[in-house]
């Protein structure tokens, strides 16, 4: 039995041999040859799984450790007795802090009120229901735009895009590429929908990057037809432009998702879809230890005198600093694929333990909601 594995995957390394002869490489460098006589892959974006890489393996199941599935042909694999299966909800926590530093910093930097400001999110699955949690908790008043969510729930919960691009302040963008159909979302936001935001309002992106339409994107805030904008996924990445880059409020090397436990979550995901489909012995098995950041898990926070937006900013960016992920991109365009391989360990929300001093029951209610562990006094 032979698994063809990404070789970014973490914790991966050691699980699979004692019943496969396991074989790591780059995904974007995985061939034919090296699928041909293999069982199952595991892989990441980076590898297209299509007919040209597929056609005459063996390949009994693909498992991606991602949300996104794009880089599947999933009608050709299914056609051909291929079963995949990408991870979803494995990062959405992930997604959840990068949007709250992403936010509280645009906030800082631009002197912004985040009470007073109404946040679109455009797709509220996974990881779009999460960040709307997180926007509301930072006292921003929250727009949710699900087309096909709608029609199986009713409109009450949603909005249009046109309302949402009427109403809010920040527009951030939570969908899967689908190219063609009622849903296409390839170029949601396309020059037309872009030049009908206000000057006033700001454009974000961590989903797929052809959703938003990159040249029209730079040409806006070019003609300063709108404020700014917070991109993390990109049209034709690797290679960035380098002017879109310096022209955004931050730019991040597609690593929203990039949290160690949200990696732990796409792992033990992936691992358990090849070993149902292999008959392996892993159902049990689980990722037992998640490495620790450079800051410390517990970490005492003073509040006297401070509000709620000062408190969760520095509660926040105690975990996650997005604008060190925008400086190191900013840096050295080049280097995008390697900053994404060799990330930093970043944990989540829910790995800290917050004292906090001085501070009220809600600000202590609504970090609780976010995901720390509070302990008062």
């Not at 991966?12 to 790591?24: D, I, N, R, T």
């Not at 963008?173 to 396309?190: K, Q």
């Not at 879109?244 to 949200?262: F, Q, R």
């Amino acid at each position: 039995m032979k698994i063809v594995c990404d070789n970014k995957i973490p914790f991966l390394k050691g699980v699979l041999e004692p019943y496969a002869e396991v074989v790591y490489l780059p995904g974007a460098k995985t061939t034919p040859e090296d699928v041909r006589d293999a069982d199952a892959i595991i892989t990441r974006t980076r590898t297209a799984c299509r007919e040209p890489l597929l056609a005459g393996s063996k390949v009994k199941v693909i498992a991606t450790a991602t949300i996104g599935f794009d880089h599947i042909d999933t009608a050709w694999c299914e056609a051909n007795g291929i079963l995949w299966q990408n991870c979803p909800g494995c990062n959405s926590w992930s997604v959840k802090q990068y949007m709250a530093s992403v936010l509280v910093t645009v906030a800082r930097n631009r002197g912004l009120d985040l009470s007073e400001m109404t946040l679109g999110v455009v797709g509220v699955g996974n990881v779009g229901s999460k960040v709307a949690e997180v926007a509301a908790l930072l006292g921003m008043k929250v727009l949710l735009n699900d087309p096909p969510r709608a029609r199986r729930e009713g409109v009450d919960k949603f909005v249009s895009l046109d309302d949402i691009i009427a109403q809010s302040d920040i527009i951030t963008v939570h969908v899967p590429l689908i190219r063609e159909g009622e849903d296409a979302t390839y170029h949601l936001f396309d020059e037309a929908r872009i030049r009908s935001m206000r000057p006033s309002q700001m454009l974000m992106n961590s989903s797929r990057g052809p959703v938003v339409d990159n040249k029209a994107l730079k040409a806006a805030l070019a003609d300063h037809a709108i404020a700014g904008g917070v991109l993390d996924v990109w049209e034709g990445e690797p290679d960035l432009d380098p002017e879109l880059v310096n022209m955004l409020d931050l730019s991040t090397p597609h690593i929203a998702g990039y949290s160690a436990d949200g990696k732990a979550n796409g792992t033990w995901m992936s691992v358990q879809t090849v070993a149902k489909v292999l008959d392996l012995p892993l159902k049990d098995w689980k990722v037992k230890e998640i490495p620790a950041p450079e800051q410390s898990l517990e970490f005492t926070l003073d509040a006297a005198g401070k509000s709620m937006q000062e408190v969760l900013t520095e509660a926040v960016l105690h975990t996650y600093e997005v604008t060190e992920d925008s400086d190191r991109l900013r840096s050295n365009l080049g280097s995008f694929e390697a900053l994404r391989g060799d990330y930093q360990i970043r944990r989540e929300f829910t790995a800290f333990t917050l004292h906090l001093v001085g501070g009220t029951q809600e600000q202590s209610e609504r970090l609780g909601s976010m995901g720390f562990k509070v302990i008062e006094g």
